[in-house]
């Protein structure tokens, strides 16, 4: 009987020991930047992105060692947005995971650029990863999918319409591509070129990207949903800004029970978007409602 | 009678309208996130990084499209570390190549993304080039050296440095090593992966690492000199700001006519590394010695 609780902990194990590796710690003159690159980076989180890549490549029949330095580069780029995202030229925010953000620690300025080491250092990490034997052609394929989604065209992208937009009243499709952009594009990229690393065939890479569609969007319907009804110290970052903000929301746009009701929706289309994988995307399938249960 | 003038002006033209393809402007919400990245992109500089790694790539008798889509990305990223160099929470500058500063003109929050997307955008421009037909495990090795130039054991490296010994005298091997990270990693890798794009043999890279080596000196001791011997109105950003706020310099841990020495024998260093190239590399030579010459 698989038990998803047990599967998450052992993954994000293994990304934590990897990602150990891959950002260790500094001795010379620059020792702090290595300090605030691992305070954030080894601090927390779910490692949900991480551990999509590697439950992707397993759901394909690929070895886990093929997505694992994808896997440190994608927490390495959500981490590095986090830590831009709590600056206080952006959301000025004093909590992640529960501790002081980066900034409030090591300052505005090794944050900014702990950042900014963490997002390019994740294209090294990518990069040698086909030193470890697999396919050149592949890596490089996932190193264009990856920087495609985590830059202009992609996250940074959606984060730039998310602040232009919090004056200003969306409509659900613009939500939608805000999120798609924002949250989505990292989670397909995840979840696609673990797959491809793994050796998906075409026919696999599309089935993955509905499920990575659905999924994202999951994520973030659930999100808006928990900064309303979830706590503080139960979340271990600020809840209820959203609101004060006048930000854009599923809640808002649609409803709170309606939000709950498309959350579901969304996590039947992951589950049917897996029905021809079997039981190596067990993982893949328990995350989906995983995902939407954090929310109810 | 080879024209480094004219040369210059061609190579510059030829990057202009490659970077003018590789970011272009955007129409949709995140329009103005483009707008920030081409200010800065397209507003101007020497575009000292692109031309040298097309001149690696002809040094060694490369087509010159092989190291376009490196040329681009290391200008990308050459910007977005001046854009957050700039920051208030950094340099705090207001004037760059004589046009107000990117925060200046979008904001703290849009100046920050736009450095974010540009280094990211980067590896997608670099990546993509092997589409075009250059060897995929060149593009590859040059995507893990170019991250590595500009991350935590480079440029970013080389910026916290600096940031943390504003306030204490280095010696002149620290002040070297300081260098070797903040400009010439970035230098280097461009030489470097112009070159390998371009085909470069071993024992041709090996000469132009020495040459790297040499010409990324040369770059910081004259910039060093420029605070202090140019105006603001030559240089086109403000002058004299590395003693007022107590730098490390050359002048300043070497004394000003030592410095100007360093630099000519910088020069010659520069010279015998490209001995073997015959007149293929008539281009790096000459910018070597019209690196030296700005500050003479």
New interface residues.
Partial sequence: MFDLNRYLKERAELVQNALERA?AA?E???A???DA?RYSLLGGGKRLRPILALAACEAVGGALEAALGLACAVEMIHT?SLI?DD????DNDDLRHGRPTNHKVY????A??A???L??????IL??S?LDGVA??R???T??E???A????GM??????D???ERKRLGLD?LK??HS?KTGAMFRASILGGARLGGASDAELEALDAYAHALGLAFQVVDDILDIEATTEQMGKRTGKDEAAGKNTFPALMGLEESHGFARELERRAHDALAGFGARAQALRQIATFVVERGR
């Fill in positions: 950002v500094g010379g003159a620059d702090r930047l290595f690159m590095y831009h600056l206080p030229c952006m300052g505005d300025a090794i900014t650029l950042g900014d080491a997002v390019t250092d994740a294209f090294k990069a040698r086909a050149v052609q890596v490089l394929a190193v264009a990856l920087s495609e985590a830059g202009s065209g940074v992208g959606g984060q730039v319409i602040i232009l937009s613009e591509l805000l952009k």
